[in-house]
């Protein structure tokens, strides 16, 4: 077994909440908070090598098998926001990230939340254990050595 680190992996990404993410009450519709995390995912996987298009060229789909979301304070139109993604290291074969929106100015948390994704080949196999392309970039990023 690999000995774990604690190194902390975070990514941040501002947005303006647009017209076609509220609702008729000018609020953000509950499910579109859901598409914020896609896009803190994203800018995670950019920053630290592990975007969608890697993960597909190791052989490996990651669909979500959970979701969690706690809605605190809703966000408005127009307003701006910073969505924090944080990686969650496990030894099981998954990513876990956690979540929390800050609504703008004052870094008022409004969404907190996580995702789970497994590993699965393309024919939708399960791993049951940690792909060796995730397990380097593990090391890579010094989560284990």
């Not at 914020?36 to 669909?63: C, N, Q, T």
């Not at 008022?108 to 497994?118: K, L, N, R, S, Y």
């Not at 080949?121 to 284990?144: A, C, M, N, S, V």
């Amino acid at each position: 077994m690999s000995q774990q680190k604690t190194n902390m992996l975070i990514e941040k990404v501002e947005v303006k909440v647009r017209f076609s993410d509220v609702d008729p009450m000018g609020i953000v519709w509950h499910g579109n908070y859901i598409k914020y995390f896609e896009d803190a995912r994203e800018a995670f996987g950019k920053k630290y090598g592990l975007g969608y298009m890697d993960v597909y060229r190791a052989g490996i789909l990651a669909p979500i098998v959970k979701l969690k979301i706690d809605y605190k304070k809703p966000l408005r139109y127009d307003e701006n926001a910073v969505i924090e993604i944080k990686y969650i290291d496990s030894e099981a074969a998954i990513m876990k990230f956690e979540y929390v929106i800050f609504k703008q100015p004052g870094n008022i948390i409004a969404v907190t939340g996580e995702t789970i994704q497994a590993f699965v080949d393309t024919k939708g196999e399960l791993f049951l254990t940690i792909p060796p392309f995730f397990e380097q970039w593990k090391r890579k990023w010094g989560i284990i050595i």
